[in-house]
């Protein structure tokens, strides 16, 4: 629809799939990351991964500044800018996250007990399933090719298996007569771990919310 | 030398109400301040030159007026629209001008009273009007629009080029509908034939446009526009339909007072309060005041028209 008069519109929409692709790269090595951890601990090849989420954070980053950029040089309606910054900003948080989840492990040398590994695996494979949702929705609400409505009740059950896992393992560990200041540690984790999941499940109401302020 | 006073009173009917109809595609970055002017300059000259004799033709049939009663009514209308702005008051071009040509009527004992109710009864259809297109507009488009199912760059670029139609669509319509109020009079008086009283009109109209204040542009824009960007398309969109319909019918009216309407129209949809004390008084002044003042400006300067230096 008259493609000439909104070029600075499509560069705003290609940097956002842009950015949500990085979304995606940050999500997966974070995943793979987590797997190498659970299985074989602190190891070169968790290290290369955590640097790997790093990176594509950092890059998510510098294309929510480029969409900044832009979107002050006013393209879109006030109104649509103000949500997509609002909604970047808020987005942002997710390979934050991830990175920083990472770097606590691999800084604080956290060693999680053999007893609680398969559920610590079961809570990343959750919440990274119902942040590869968000993403689908994300990318659903700037295509409007996938209804964003179903992805929110997938990530709310996601969210509250989660929680449901962190209460378990959390009892388990302060059950366990493991070292207390390891006990501390492993509980930071788990509600680093835990904190995935309820962002993509604010910012998918996010998301909701403004799919249905624009219609009319 | 005599168009003059119509001149002035076109130059400030452009200023006054360039923002109605351009003001939401200039807050929305739609179109630079100086495209935008040039864009609605053009439509008003050509709705002016195409479409504006209705409404020429029921001001020359209101009263019968000479070329020095032409030049009272354009000052009179002129000066009250100026007095009512120096005091901050809402003023209206159209409600000037029949209030300044209902005095010179009078007092010329020649007063086309059918003519005059049926132009009173469409001042108040206007706001009227603007309420019930918005609110059907409203309902109507927002269908098609929600079955579409646009993505968010899709509907913001759709909205966007709607505010700039219906701009350009109510820039058109302003033309054609208040280049009565310009020149109307003096048409009326034999000065000139309706095809130029409508071209000098609608040029003294776009010159108000083009010398119109950036600010006060996107200050009224930027309002509209927070209504909601869709609720602002319907607004401009319903305040254009009720003006042109009203110059299918010869009738001038405001364009604010449309605005207004149809401001109240979308919110009564919306199930949201859009009334403000400065709306409602707008009308008031509107219906009331305006024409008085008009007429007795119109008065004043026929008084002074026809004062004598005697030695």
Known sequence: MLRFLFRKERQVEQFIFSYIDYLGEARERFAKAMEVYLRDGLCDNFRFLAEQTHKAESKADDVRYAVESMMYEQALLPESRGDILGLLEAVDAVPGIFDRTLYTIDNRRIQVPEFLIAELREMVQVSVEAVEAFEKQLRGLFTAHEDVRPLIQLINRNESQVDHIERNVMRQLFDSPIDPFAKIQTKDLLVELADISDLAHQLSRRVYIISVKRRV | MWLLGGVFLGWSLGQNDAANVIGSAVATRMLRFRTAILLAAVFV???????????????????????????????????????????????????????????????????????????????????LGGAIIAMGLYLVLGVVYN?????????????????????????????????????????????????????????????????????????????????????????????????????????????????????LGVGAVRGINTVRPRMLLHIVVGWVLTPVLGGVMALLVHVARHLRYVP
């Open chain 2, 45 to 127: 000259v050509l709705g002016a030159v195409l479409e504006g004799r209705p409404g020429i033709e029921t001001y020359s049939r209101l009263t019968h007026l000479t070329l020095g009663d032409a030049v009272v009514v354009t000052v009179g209308a002129a000066l009250s629209v100026t007095l009512l702005s120096l005091f901050g008051l809402p003023s209206s071009s159209s409600q000037a001008t029949v209030g300044s040509i209902l005095a010179v009527g009078l007092l010329k004992g020649q007063c086309n009273l059918a003519g005059f109710t049926k132009v009173a009864m469409c001042w108040v259809g206007t706001p």
């Open chain 2, 147 to 263: 079955r579409l199912r646009w993505n968010l760059f899709q509907s913001d670029a759709a909205l966007r080029l709607g505010l700039l139609l219906a701009g350009a669509y109510g820039a058109y319509a302003l033309g054609a509908n208040n280049v009565a109020n310009v020149m109307g009079v003096f048409a009326g008086a034999g000065v000139i034939d309706v095809p130029t009283a409508a071209l000098a009109g609608g040029a003294s109209m776009a010159l108000g446009i083009l010398t119109c204040n950036r600010r006060v542009i996107e200050t009224v824009g930027r309002g509209l526009v927070r209504l909601n960007p869709y609720g602002a398309f319907v607004v401009l969109l319903a305040q254009a339909i009720t003006v042109h319909i009203y110059t299918q019918l010869g009738v001038p009216v405001s364009t604010s007072q449309a605005v207004i309407g149809a401001i």
